[in-house]
């Protein structure tokens, strides 16, 4: 158990009561999946979510509340990323080393794109049809043109880990979140100027974190980052216990770190909601989803969930929240208020 939870975050290296009014009512209903559901990306347009189950390398593709379609992928695939002006989906695969592109309107792969080796985080930047996608191994972001679906660039990012990726398409700037592998570096962000896709700088986020994914309110332009461990090196998290408890918040207009806010155990996969200013992050361990208000930097509820929560996702004309579920190959779904 312990290796396929170590699994979950590096392939190389009780309930609350809610504080205040809340901010998502109770799961409306439980959606089975494919096997060991991880990143969900969601498109509000067309109403469907897509679900990324690693060990059946496949996207599972949710349609309100009931499974529409499998997409065959790539091996072992972890995150994914939605364009809503071209219905384009791309699903990175972490042991094939490329990214599948789903045709949102077939539910079908039309491409696929090799890129650098494990790569992780994947973001879009609707406004530029570009695609932001981190290799761990090679330790760049490499970038997509979205037209042709072929990669353009490589961005060295100065630092070993690259994993979670945040694009804010109104500012043109876009995050990676940096794990490192030892000697503390796992606690920066590093920013890429979108309109160059040059490397502009790296945020320490002050205190070990081992970040892996992180999201963007592209209203208020506050980044949000799991801290997913407290050690130097993620694999003595698992060894001695040691998991983050935090969610960094950074202020995108001055690149520095304005907050910590204290959540569940192993914050992952984490969702801003910028119509109002919500951020949704699922707790791995604790089974549980932490809603925090970005006008308080604080948790305003605290939802029970399913089995190692480990990605989750808004759809701004449902009202509704998804959560993916690693440990019960589950979605939860639940009312956004």
């Given amino acids: 158990m312990r290796l396929r939870l170590m699994l979950l975050v590096v392939t190389v290296s009780c309930v609350l009561v809610p504080v205040s009014s809340a901010a998502v009512s109770g799961t409306i209903t439980t959606i089975p999946v494919g096997a060991e559901p991880v990143g969900v990306a969601v498109n509000s347009l067309t109403d469907k979510t897509y679900v990324a189950t690693r060990a059946d390398n496949a996207v599972t593709v949710i349609q309100g509340l009931a ?8 091996t072992f695939p972890r995150q994914l990323a939605v364009n809503a002006v071209t219905n384009k989906i791309y699903v ?6 490329d990214v599948s ?3 949102g309107a077939t539910d079908r792969v039309v491409a696929t794109i090799r890129v650098g080796a494990q790569p ?28 042709r679906d072929v990669v353009v660039k490589q961005i060295p990012l100065r630092a070993s880990g690259p994993y979670g990726v ?15 592998c030892c000697h ?21 986020l002050g205190q070990k974190a081992n970040a892996e994914t992180l999201t963007v309110d592209d209203a208020t332009h506050m980044v949000y980052v799991g801290d997913l461990c407290t050690e130097s090196r993620t694999n003595d998290c698992f060894k001695n216990g040691d998991f ?10 001055s690149n520095t770190v304005v907050d910590h806010v204290a959540v569940g155990t192993a914050p992952f996969g984490p969702a801003a909601d910028s119509e109002r200013n919500i951020v949704y992050v699922p707790n791995l361990f604790d089974n549980t989803m932490s809603v925090i208000d970005g006008a308080t930097d604080s948790v305003i509820d605290t939802v029970p969930v399913g089995a190692l929560p480990a990605g989750a996702g808004v759809n701004t004309s449902t009202n509704r929240v998804y959560v993916s579920n690693l440990g019960d190959n589950t979605v939860s779904v639940l009312t956004r208020n």
């Fill in 101 to 103: 592109v789903i045709d």
């Fill in 166 to 180: 945040a694009v804010d398409d109104v500012t043109n700037r876009i995050y990676v979140a940096v794990s490192g």
């Fill in 244 to 253: 983050g408890h935090m969610v960094s918040v950074i202020d995108g207009a």
């Fill in 67 to 74: 499974v529409v379609a499998t997409v065959p992928v790539g």
């Fill in 184 to 204: 503390n570096e796992g606690r920066r962000v590093s920013v890429i100027d979108g309109t160059k896709d040059t490397f502009l700088t790296s945020i320490d």
């Fill in 120 to 147: 992780f985080g994947v973001g879009v930047n609707p406004v530029t049809n570009k695609i932001y996608v981190a290799s761990a191994r090679t330790n760049s972001l490499w970038v997509i043109d979205g037209t």
């Fill in 92 to 97: 990175t695969n972490f042991m094939s080393n």
